[in-house]
């Protein structure tokens, strides 16, 4: 068993590796609604819509995830010239550190994957999309893209979703120009015929995938590796991890090594993703240097922590040393989250009904005034957000001599706190975005404030919310505290 501590240095050194992911992108839109009938028309449900959102799917997940562990990853993949592909265009740059080619084919329809909820519960899935290869002056650029990029990284991925981005011709191409550049290649496979990946370092079929690869029962584990091995010896694979679901997985070597790895989900919400959230961590890891079951290691904890997420999420750097480490210390640092991990960890928590707080200040010298509101917030919901100011943040607020602690001092001790549930630090002058984004049932102020003072209080009411301005306990003040203390 590898030691936490060895795969908490790997996690570090995830940040800013070079990935190369190659694949099929979509677009995943989510409609989310209410159902109060049946239609009248015939016996089906009929969803109100409440709102609807979108992200990146398929390939554009791996990306998703790699961005999420730290990674710098370099995308290469084929749109349509339509609206969808555009939106997709759109979800990629909003990613900073990635490097997008996204080769525009007039006529092939960008693929869109649309899921329908009511509550908790998915109704339907419609699909939009071309499983055609691509043309050839398609193929051509994607070809002599990916040959410019491969010297730039330190691993190629190919995700596919057999949407025709990567054919057998195409594939091979890839495959055949990674290993002549002494790259690393991790495959999220597709379709019965693994031979076309021949020469991978690793490829990751799920249960399902590699009954369908081999024609072999796939119950047990001594059949899970009888059917790994027959692809090893067959295809010409270097390595196979199967993907079990809560079996958790099992890496296969063509040296013999083997590791059943136990799932490390404690609880599963939606498993949707979760392979690219593996095919992700196992590259990032990879191109860090972590040796493969190391790189496996860390991929079982990743997928635990999505599936454990709703919706097709992504699995941050700082979720993994949380998963590895569970003394009091690192329990209160894995309270302190950035904005998209926050957001993802609220709709978690939203998704069991439970109403959520916020409130939000600089925190600067903790005193018990500010004990006591924490307090009655925390009993009017149960979980409280914390936004905190960055140190940038009070400087603006409060002068060039403030804060006195740092922001990772403040966002610690608040952590520790029994009454907060999370921390949240913030870079703007006020809290507001970091509201719209969680969008709190209650939003908590001290009685100072009155209600059309509070910030965000009239967004909290427009959805139904609540404001809460909590009684001040007297005599309490941080910038009070700091004058006695210079005198």
């Known amino acids: 068993m590898t030691d936490p501590s060895s795969l908490t240095t790997r996690i570090a050194a995830l940040n800013g590796v070079e990935v190369l992911c190659i694949g099929d992108v979509m677009l995943d839109r989510f409609v989310y609604g209410e159902v109060e009938r049946i239609s009248p028309e015939a016996p089906i449900p009929v969803v109100r819509v409440r709102r609807e959102s979108a992200m990146l799917g398929g390939a554009g ?77 398609s193929q051509a650029q994607l070809l002599d893209t990916a040959d410019q990029l491969l010297r730039a990284v330190g691993v190629v991925v190919l995700s596919d979703y057999g949407k025709g981005v990567l054919s057998r011709a195409v594939t091979r191409a890839l ?135 709703v919706g097709t999420a992504v699995a941050y750097a700082q979720d993994l040393v949380a998963a590895l480490h569970h003394s009091d210390v690192n329990a209160a640092e894995a309270k302190v989250l950035g904005r998209e991990a926050a957001v993802e960890q609220v709709a978690r928590w939203r998704h069991k009904g439970v109403r959520i707080g916020f409130t939000n200040g600089c925190f600067d010298l903790l005193h018990p005034g500010h004990i006591a509101l924490l307090g009655q917030a925390k009993a009017q919901c149960d979980r409280l957000v914390v936004g905190l100011n960055s140190d940038a943040s009070v400087k603006r607020l409060k002068g060039a001599q403030r804060p006195v602690q740092s922001e990772a001092a ?16 913030f870079e703007e002058d006020t809290p507001l975005a970091l509201i719209e984004a969680l969008r709190p049932e209650l939003l908590v102020k001290g009685a100072d404030y009155s209600v059309d003072a509070v910030v965000g209080a009239e967004l909290v009411q427009s959805y139904g919310g609540k404001i809460l301005l909590a009684e001040l306990a007297p005599g309490f003040s941080t910038t009070a505290t700091i004058a006695r203390m210079g005198k």
Do not use: W
């Open 61 to 137: 997940n791996v990306v998703r995830n790699l961005v999420a562990l730290g990674a710098v990853p370099h995308f290469l993949a084929v749109v349509g010239d339509d609206a969808a592909g555009r939106e997709v265009t759109g979800l990629v740059g909003e990613h900073a550190q990635v490097d997008p080619v996204l080769i525009v084919e007039s006529g092939r329809q960008t693929t869109i994957k649309t899921r329908f909820f009511a509550g908790s519960q998915q109704l339907l899935r419609a699909d939009r999309e071309t499983s055609a290869p691509l043309l050839p002056e």
């Open 175 to 309: 495959v055949d120009g990674a290993l002549a550049a002494g790259r690393p290649v991790v495959v999220d496979p597709k379709g019965s015929d693994y031979s076309v990946y021949a020469g991978a370092t690793v490829v990751t079929p799920n249960r399902k995938e590699l009954h369908e690869a081999t024609g072999m029962p796939v119950g047990s584990d001594a059949e899970i590796v009888a059917a790994a091995r027959r692809l090893i010896d067959s295809c010409g694979i270097a390595n196979v991890l199967v993907t079990r679901s809560q079996d958790g997985m099992t890496l296969l070597s063509a040296s013999g090594e083997m590791h059943h790895l136990a799932a490390e989900a404690r609880e599963v919400f939606d498993v949707s993703g979760a392979g690219d959230t593996v095919v992700a961590t196992m590259a990032a890891a990879l191109a860090a240097g972590a040796p493969l079951a190391e790189a496996a290691r860390l991929a079982n904890v990743a997928a635990g922590i999505v599936v454990g997420k």
């Open 410 to 425: 403040r966002a610690t001790v608040l952590a520790s706190l029994s009454s907060v549930d999370l921390v949240v630090i």
